[in-house]
């Protein structure tokens, strides 16, 4: 089933339509900032995807940028864009509860990175989007906007939802192990979790430092890469960024392939676990592919790597969640202070066994990118399943977090049910951008094979 369509066309626009509107004085901040208040005042009460909002405080952002440009200054890539923050996201005086009780109240002093990138960039910072306790597991308010008693996946839960319900064109979230690719895979739109270390984390709330990943969402390729490439440097904060030269992640995603794209469909080892849905749209998508993608097998090694990843998230979240489980592990869900307790009884020498495994892995996995351009996989084991008391499972994301590589998934197909399905594409760590060009020409692609007259991002429907 279909998202329900906004009330204003002008929210159906993709964010680099809306920011070329902005920029040629043709649409105001403010009256684009008006109709995703109005989009999230009809569309919350169902949906649940914020945690914190002012009205007030965006307009009183989407003035101020409007007289900037007014007054003949120089605007940013973003300006005007409304976007939305993950609640374990910093924003100097907006309240950041990072989806616990035990942090209700708390109003940090300073913005994160990637919330300072956005005020330079000019976009306009709507508020903070619901996460799942701790960014773990235990499931927030939000409902997905496909289907209310659906999950919306986890943990940035919000962020997906509220750019699926058309509330904002672009969000931020975070995936330690699926909570980006998952989420936008429940609720229909692109997510992108770049290469580990391409985007500092500094003033977001540490999980598994070693694994945690600040990504994006939004309704087009494009309009990810125009939000990633803002976000992308380096930070003293976060020891594992490094300096490099500006990404041109736009650029890149919007050109055309210098020739035919080439893909590797992966199985993975949780393929057998997989809904009849996930089977039979593969099956179809990978026969209008023909040549263009073939089937590629990954060493049995790789049947760890799920198990690997969980031992290094467990152990990391047990120092990095120590304070509130020796605080107030009482008013923490059962399920997050068992991960705590189990993350604390892991061996020191099983945890630095486990790290040294991504190098490994990673390394395997050269050949397959020395011959295609991107691996093709699920996103998820299925469409958003039923229920709000699970967020799904990662098993289709952890191989790829645990290794560091760059992943996005775009709603390219539909269950039998009507709900929206994402396919993943994986690329080689640094080549981000190459792998939003090759995704958004399988979204065109696919458009072109369901007829549907669309240039991206358009759903098969069988």
């Not at 945690?51 to 307009?59: L, T």
């Not at 598994?208 to 380096?234: I, K, N, Q, R, Y």
């Not at 594992?240 to 995603?253: D, E, F, I, K, M």
């Not at 039998?416 to 065109?444: E, K, S």
Request: glycine letters at 10%; charged letters at 20%.
């Amino acid at each position: 089933m279909a998202a329900e369509a906004p009330a204003d066309p002008i929210l159906g626009l993709d964010a680099v339509a809306l920011r070329e509107r902005l920029a040629a004085g043709s649409l105001r901040a403010a009256e684009l900032v008006e109709a995703c208040l109005a989009q999230i005042a009809r569309r919350e009460p169902a949906v649940g995807a914020w945690a914190w909002i002012d009205p007030d405080h965006a307009r009183r952002q989407a003035r101020a940028l409007d007289e900037h440009r007014a007054a003949g200054r120089p605007i940013g890539p973003l300006h005007g864009l409304p976007v939305g923050l993950k609640d374990i996201v910093d924003a100097a005086g907006m309240p950041t509860g990072n989806g616990t009780a035990v942090d209700a109240g708390r109003v940090p002093q300073s913005d994160a990175f990637v919330v300072r990138r956005l005020r330079q960039a000019g976009a306009v910072v709507m508020g903070k989007t619901v996460t799942t306790e701790l960014a773990f597991r235990h499931p927030g308010t939000t409902r997905n906007p496909h289907d209310p008693a659906r999950t919306p996946g986890g943990s940035s839960s919000g962020s997906a939802a509220a750019v699926a319900a058309a509330m904002v064109p672009l969000a931020i979230g975070t995936q330690t192990v699926g909570s980006v690719i998952r989420p936008a895979s429940f609720c229909g739109v692109v997510g992108f979790k770049p290469s580990f270390g391409a985007i500092p984390r500094t003033g977001i709330l540490a999980q598994a430092p070693s694994l945690d990943t600040a990504g994006v969402f939004a309704g087009s390729v494009a309009g990810a890469a125009l939000l990633a490439e803002t976000l992308f440097g380096c930070d003293p904060g976060d020891p594992a960024t490094r300096p490099a030269p500006a990404p041109g992640l736009a650029a890149v995603a919007g050109s055309e392939p210098p020739v035919r794209p080439s893909l590797a469909f992966v199985r993975q080892p949780a393929w057998d676990t997989a809904d009849p849905d996930i089977h039979a749209g593969f099956a179809e998508l990978l026969a209008a592919l023909g040549d263009a993608c073939d089937e590629a097998e990954l060493p049995p090694a790789f049947a760890e790597a799920g198990p690997l990843c969980e031992l290094v998230q467990l152990a990391e979240m047990a120092k990095s969640y120590h304070r509130y489980r020796q605080r107030a592990g009482d008013r923490l869900s059962p399920e997050l202070v068992d991960a705590i307790d189990r993350g604390r009884r892991i061996l020191a020498h099983d945890y630095l066994a486990a790290r040294d495994w991504p190098g490994v892995l990673t390394a395997s996995l050269e050949a397959v990118f020395e011959r295609y351009d991107a691996i093709l996989t699920p996103a998820a084991s299925g469409p958003a399943p039923p229920g709000l008391d699970s967020t799904g499972s990662p098993a289709f994301n952890a191989l790829w977090s645990f290794c560091g590589l760059p992943a996005v998934t775009v709603p390219l197909l539909q269950s039998y049910g009507g709900l929206p399905i994402g396919v993943q594409l994986v690329g080689r760590h640094g080549d981000d951008g190459r792998l939003l060009r090759t995704a958004r020409w399988l979204a065109a692609a696919v458009s072109a094979q369901a007829g549907s007259g669309s240039t991206e991002d358009g759903q098969w429907t069988r």
